[in-house]
């Protein structure tokens, strides 16, 4: 049964396959795993080669290969037969109203509880943190607003340390290094919904635009949170910058957030992994047309580490 996501981020390393076997060979040395259990093969590595032979083989054992340019996914090598397979397709195309109301609901949930669980981190005697809660857990019709506002606010006063901090994609501040974290957590997620078969451009609640991939903004929500913490460890390590800017040492700290630990489940697992079971969850959901087995994640017990 196929059911590996290889992620393949090696900074030179070589890709082929020999009897049924994919191969990487890199510095570290060579390592291989049969083809026939693989999923998926998502390509991050700036210098890789790929043999034609593992594109043949790949195809036969119905392989996808997902071949990124700065972590963003640029190129999808599918299966012919796969390509045509519209079983999926057409499962997202029609997912019911209700169906998608009761998913959407349980992405906004999940969302408030981080952003609960991070300010109760970065602020933990702040006054307003029993409010959100009480927000986190409720149903109010306007639920994620309420929340992201209150949760700017404290996040305003205890990492921006400043009255005028507002978050916005053309802001100043914290903003910059926000958008670039976002981007870093897009990746990630449009690389495992190009993975598992998911077409980016179904939503359950974003809505759809031209080059949009409303899908991968919608189950990216929960994670964003994972962002703001990784945002706010860098300006406590880096005091007195009023406007942070986007460095090199920045996107390198940033971008390996996908890597950390943490706790999902009774299992603790990399962001990445994490991520991976969030969507094969949500693509169950889809095709049994059921919102019970779509898992977004929520942080437990583990500490916020930087």
């Given at each position: ?10 900074p030179?390393?070589s890709?082929?396959c020999?009897?049924?076997q ?13 083809l ?9 590595s700036?210098s ?18 997902v ?15 796969r390509a045509?397979?519209?079983?999926l397709t ?14 959407w ?8 509880q981080?952003?609960?669980s ?24 306007a ?11 404290i ?6 340390e400043?009255?005028?901090?507002r978050r ?11 958008n ?20 980016p ?5 974003h ?29 406590r ?11 090199k040492?920045?996107r390198h ?6 890597l ?11 962001v ?5 079971g969030?969507?094969?969850?949500f ?24």
């Open positions: 049964m196929s059911y590996h996501i290889v992620s393949i981020d090696a030179d390393c890709l082929s020999k009897d049924g994919l191969t990487c060979r890199s510095r570290e040395g060579d390592r291989s795993l049969p026939e259990d693989v999923a998926a093969i998502i390509i991050t700036f890789a080669s790929i043999h034609s032979k593992l594109l043949l083989e790949a195809a036969k054992f119905g392989v996808g290969l071949i990124c340019e700065n972590y963003k996914p640029a190129s999808l090598v599918l299966p012919a037969n045509s397979d519209t079983v057409r499962a997202q195309a029609y997912i019911p109203v209700q169906l998608k109301q009761r998913l609901r349980k992405t906004i949930d999940a969302k408030c981080n952003q609960h991070l300010a109760c981190e970065i602020a933990p005697g702040d006054e307003r943190l029993e409010r959100l809660g009480q927000l986190a857990q409720g149903r109010t019709p639920k994620e607003a309420e929340c992201a506002k209150l949760f700017w606010r996040y305003a006063d205890h990492v921006a400043t009255d005028d901090f916005k994609r053309d802001g100043d501040g914290p903003n910059p290094l926000l670039y974290g976002y981007a870093v957590l897009l990746s990630a997620v449009l690389q495992n919904l190009f993975a598992v078969g998911l077409d451009t179904f939503g359950i609640s809505v759809t635009r031209e080059r949009s991939t409303p899908l991968a903004y919608d189950l990216m929500e929960p994670f964003r949170p994972c962002v703001d913490w990784r945002v706010a460890k860098w300006i390590d880096h005091p007195g910058e009023k406007n942070p800017e986007v460095t040492e920045f700290w940033v971008t390996a957030f996908p950390e630990a943490v706790d999902w489940f009774e299992l603790t697992l990399d990445r992994g994490v991520i991976e969030v969507i094969r969850s693509r169950q959901a889809v095709t049994t047309r059921q919102s019970g087995p779509y898992r977004p994640w929520t942080r437990t017990t583990t500490k916020w580490a930087g």
